[in-house]
Nanobody
Framework: QVQLVESGGGLVQPGGSLRLSCAASGSIFSFNAMGWYRQAPGKERELVAAIPISGSTNYANSVKGRFTISRDVARNTVYLQMNSLKAEDTAIYYC?????????WGKGTLVTVSS
């Protein structure tokens, strides 16, 4: 059974930075793609950033230039570096992994951007 465990969320002031981590229970190369989604209160879950096994990363327009997704194969971990955080970035952030027609989710980590 695939497990994805997020960490790194918390409270940060506007303009600050956080780095989220997603540790997978197996090799991240076993997935076609991994990504980060977020869900703000009263809103639908949305894609934030994705990194395929090959090819280019992609980002939501709202985070381009501020967020960076990366991976460490040796640690089976995917990261989301978030800079210049805004109040509207407040949400629960979920790690996602896709393997053909299967999809896996972590339990999420809360990011709160507030002064």
């Amino acid at each position: 059974q695939v497990q994805l465990v997020e960490s790194g969320g918390g409270l940060v002031q506007p303009g600050g930075s956080l780095r989220l981590s997603c540790a997978a229970s197996g090799s991240i190369f076993s997935f076609n793609a991994m990504g980060w989604y977020r869900q703000a209160p009263g809103k639908e879950r949305e894609l934030v950033a994705a990194i395929p096994i090959s090819g280019s990363t992609n980002y939501a327009n709202s985070v381009k230039g501020r967020f960076t997704i990366s991976r460490d194969v040796a640690r089976n971990t995917v990261y989301l570096q978030m800079n210049s955080l805004k109040a509207e970035d407040t949400a629960i952030y979920y790690c996602n992994a896709k393997k053909w027609d299967l999809e896996y989710w972590g339990k999420g980590t809360l990011v709160t951007v507030s002064s």
